[in-house]
């Protein structure tokens, strides 16, 4: 598997000049929205599977800064009216969201659909219909591409967590009082894999497996950060944007862990694991926007 990862970097190292000339070693940060389309192109090209794809794209995030209001429901919202998309900033959900976007896109418009899809209930933009709670709402509503797979990772160390996730009280906190299409209180039972186990299952984590990192004392909520595990000169790495730092940037993954158990042991119990589904994640997979539907109805079967 690393030689084959070894034979399609030099490829892309290779093709990339012939097609996007002098932005193939450039910060995306740097780069104008059709210089990163010439990029997304001749990546799309590549014999590369989603998850390939990922660890090449999130690369190119790598000293992006943080900016926890990055991204909003766009310039005509009500509220946070702030950007659909933002390759000059980012937090850990839109850094999440991008790299997805951009690893089964061919084209911007298709990678603007696509992150609209993966960002909001059918697509459809807004306040109300965004995924804001990542194992409550992200998670569920991605399930067309994504699969939780913290008991397959975790085994034997798999622990659960019972909580009450309440848009009702969310929106409150925005002082939003109009409770139209707001979805109900649900109770969700959670798999997480505890902070001292990690290092115990690293082998069976992935590169492009995203992670919720999970509250210690919260009731309302299960996720305090979303984090990528990708693989950095042939070594595995927490990739993240984070306020720890304000930027983005890797952290080798056993360095990453003893942070968690040491600094962080009383904020964070553990990890949730989210993988692309196996039968998505082959070699030059593309999903055009239109697809997600029929994907999501071959899931619900």
């Not at 990922?54 to 995030?61: D, I, K, P, T």
């Not at 042939?234 to 003893?258: H, L």
């Amino acid at each position: 598997m690393k030689f084959r990862v070894i034979i399609f970097i030099l490829i892309f190292a290779w093709l990339l000049p012939l097609t996007a000339g002098e932005h193939k070693d450039r910060p995306f940060y740097e780069m104008t929205n059709q210089q990163i389309d010439s990029v997304l192109r001749a990546v799309s090209k590549m014999p590369l599977t989603i998850t390939e794809k990922m660890n090449l794209f999130s690369a190119r995030f790598l000293g992006t800064p943080y900016n926890l209001t990055c991204v909003g429901d766009g310039p005509y919202a009500l509220l946070e009216n702030w950007p659909l998309v933002n390759f000059k900033e980012l937090n850990c959900m839109s850094f999440c969201e991008h790299v997805l976007a951009l690893s089964i896109s061919d084209y911007w418009d298709n990678f603007f659909d696509n992150l609209q899809q993966i960002r909001y209930r059918d697509g459809l933009i807004g306040m109300k219909t965004r995924n804001h709670y990542t194992m409550a709402d992200w998670l569920p509503q991605n399930n067309w591409i994504l699969q939780d797979v913290t008991r397959k990772v975790g085994g034997e160390f798999t622990k659960q967590v019972t909580r009450t996730i309440s848009h009702r009280k969310f929106f409150a906190g925005k002082g939003i009082t109009d409770t139209t299409d707001v979805l109900p209180d649900r109770t969700i039972t959670l798999d997480y894999i505890p902070s001292d186990k990690l290092t115990e299952v690293k082998d069976k984590t992935r590169t492009g497996d995203i992670c919720a990192v999970i509250y210690a004392d919260k009731t309302d909520i299960f996720s305090a950060h979303m984090i990528m595990i990708m693989e950095s000169n042939g070594e595995k790495v927490i990739r993240e944007s984070t306020s720890r730092g304000m930027s983005t940037f890797d952290t080798p993954y056993d360095q990453w862990v003893e942070l968690i158990n040491t600094k962080y042991k009383k904020r964070y119990i553990g990890l949730s694991v989210m993988r692309v589904r196996d039968e998505l994640n082959t070699p030059g997979r593309i999903i055009k926007p239109w697809e997600i539907p029929t994907l999501k109805k071959q899931v619900s079967q």
